[in-house]
């Protein structure tokens, strides 16, 4: 069985900061792309920023220049450092790992998602 974990959510008054952690276990073989996504209340769930293997990273245009992601591949964990948030990034904030991962002798690849975290920014 493969899970991800996430921590680092929670409420920071405009201009703060958070930085959010996600740690993939289980029978890893490897893991491609990681990523972050969120859904804000109405909405549908979109990409934040992703991480390949290599470190070729994707953002989102809303949060260019603010926030960075970047992983540890010995940890199998990815980061979110967000900086200058807005009220417009409150969210739930979900991980994301297309994951190489071996079961009964096989190799099998999919997409795991984390359980999603809170991020709440006051004005």
């Known amino acids: 069985q493969v899970q991800l974990v996430e921590s680092g959510g929670g409420l920071v008054q405009a201009g703060g900061s958070l930085r959010l952690s996600c740690a993939a276990s289980?029978?890893?073989?490897?893991?491609?792309?990681m990523g972050w996504y969120r859904q804000a209340p109405g909405k549908q769930r979109s990409l934040v920023a992703s991480?390949?293997?290599?470190?070729?990273?994707n953002y989102a245009d809303s949060v260019k220049g603010r926030f960075t992601v970047s992983r540890d591949n010995a940890k199998n964990t990815v980061y979110l450092q967000m900086n200058s948030l807005k009220p417009e990034d409150i969210a739930v904030y979900y991980c994301?790992?297309?994951?190489?991962?071996?079961?009964?002798?096989?190799?099998?690849?999919?997409?795991?998602w984390g359980q999603g975290t809170q991020v709440t920014v006051s004005s």
């Open positions: 991480i390949t293997f290599d470190s070729t990273t």
């Open positions: 289980g029978s890893i073989v490897s893991i491609n792309t």
């Open positions: 994301n790992a297309e994951i190489w991962y071996s079961s009964d002798t096989k190799l099998n690849r999919r997409d795991y």
